[in-house]
Structure formats: structure tokens, C-alpha cells
């Protein structure tokens, strides 16, 4: 298996709403990622997890809350998200460092609009 | 913030054309990678070049590196339709915490049949 799975594909939701992003690899990769991407912008770093723990936060608000459960699943929880974060939220995995330099793996993205 | 700065941001070309684009970015660097992106949609890694290394092949690409003028180009060769996409460049740190991938702003390339 050598993708990255995001579900939903797609997510409208309110400003008082909770909802959850999911990940998923079953590559063995030990650090996976949150990007945020607006339209025609390069993909943001949000979150960074290396062996299930949180190594970087890029200064993300609150209402986004990363887990990692296990090896293989990422999670974004939102909560009381602003208009003006709608966009689509990446996951990605790849190689630790320590084991040496490789590219990352993208799922195909969840399109948030909060309404 | 983005490390890399991309050039041209956007470029149209003829099928069968080859297609160049560039990127620079500021500080010392691991590796650098190119993605391609279509419609907004995931990122697919296309090569990763590592700081001492300066050329590097993959079929139709070709990537240089010089890590004295810290930057990098993409060539496409013998472009088709089908490469129509945003092309990222990605750059590797040495200096960051952790994993940390930062991208440049992209050059899109739109390839006409």
C-alpha cells in the first residue's frame, strides 16, 4: 500500500460545529504531517507528528487540534472554525529524518468550507 | 512563511515543448523536492535532490541544484498535455526541528495540445 487516505473528501460546516479530519498510511512511515492550502497558494505547515508524538505546531489557533492514535492514523479536530479557514487540508507521510532523506506522500486532500 | 520564491509563476507552452522553471530559497537546505499538484488536488512527489548532489534525472525530468546561488530549476522535456499541473519546489532544512518540509509559491504550467 503507497498511498495516504483522507476522508471526507469534501466537509461544509458551521462555526459552531465539531467536526474530525482523518488520515491514514500503511506505508511504515513515522512522521506524517497537516498542510493547509488555499486556492493558488503553496500548502502551509500546520502540524508535524514524529513517532506519535507532536514535534512542530507552526503557531496553529486552538481550534485546530491534532492526534495521532497509532503509526498509522492522524486526525484534526476542528472546532469553532472562522470563514476565512476554509480550504484544503492536507495529510502527508514520509521517512524520519534519522532514516534518511525521502519525499512525502500526500493523501488527495479534504475541501473544508465553513459556513 | 515560504522558503522558496518560484519563477515564472505562471507558463503556457506547445505540446512537445520543453517547459523550465526555477526556484530560490534562502537558507541551508538537506534536500529539495519537486511536487506536482493538479486541480488543487494532492501533492505527488516527483524527485528529491540532496544538498551534494547537483543534477539528477527521472525519466522526462531533469532537476539541478547549486547550493552556492541556493537555488534549484525543473525541466520538463518533451511536454504533453497530461503535464499540465502546479509544480512546487520543497526545501528540506537542516536547521529545523524535527521533519519540515517548506514550500516555494509554485509555478503553474499549462501545456496546450
Known amino acids: 500500500d503507497t498511498e495516504v487516505t483522507q476522508t471526507p473528501k469534501h466537509l461544509v460546516m458551521g462555526m459552531t460545529n465539531k467536526k474530525s479530519l482523518k488520515c491514514e498510511q500503511h506505508m511504515g512511515h513515522r512522521a506524517m504531517y497537516w498542510y493547509k492550502q488555499k486556492a493558488k497558494k503553496p500548502p502551509e505547515l500546520m502540524f508535524v507528528y514524529s513517532y506519535e508524538k507532536l514535534s512542530i505546531n507552526e503557531s496553529v489557533p486552538s481550534r485546530f487540534s491534532p492526534e495521532c492514535p497509532n503509526s498509522s492514523l492522524l486526525n484534526l479536530h476542528l472546532h469553532a472554525l472562522q470563514p476565512e479557514d476554509s480550504a484544503l487540508y492536507l495529510c502527508?507521510?514520509?521517512?524520519?529524518?534519522?532514516?534518511?532523506?525521502?519525499?512525502?506522500?500526500f493523501g488527495s486532500g479534504t475541501r473544508l468550507t465553513v459556513v | 512563511s515560504q522558503q522558496g520564491e518560484e519563477d515564472p509563476q505562471a507558463l503556457s507552452i506547445q505540446e512537445g515543448e520543453n517547459a523550465t522553471m526555477n526556484c530560490s530559497y534562502k537558507?541551508?537546505?538537506?534536500?529539495l523536492q519537486w511536487y506536482r499538484q493538479n486541480s488543487g488536488r494532492g501533492l505527488v512527489h516527483l524527485i528529491l535532490i540532496r544538498s551534494n548532489e547537483r543534477e539528477k534525472h527521472s525519466g522526462r525530468l531533469r532537476v539541478t541544484l547549486d547550493t552556492s546561488k541556493k537555488s534549484s530549476s525543473l525541466l520538463i522535456t518533451a511536454s504533453r498535455a497530461a503535464d499540465t499541473a502546479s509544480y512546487f519546489c520543497?526545501?528540506?532544512?537542516?536547521?529545523?526541528?524535527?521533519?519540515?518540509?517548506?514550500f516555494g509559491g509554485g509555478t503553474r504550467v499549462l501545456v496546450k495540445p
Open positions: 537558507t541551508s537546505i538537506n534536500n
Open positions: 520543497a526545501t528540506g532544512s537542516l536547521k529545523a526541528a524535527g521533519n519540515k518540509l517548506t
Open positions: 502527508a507521510s514520509s521517512q524520519t529524518r534519522d532514516r534518511g532523506s525521502s519525499g512525502y506522500t
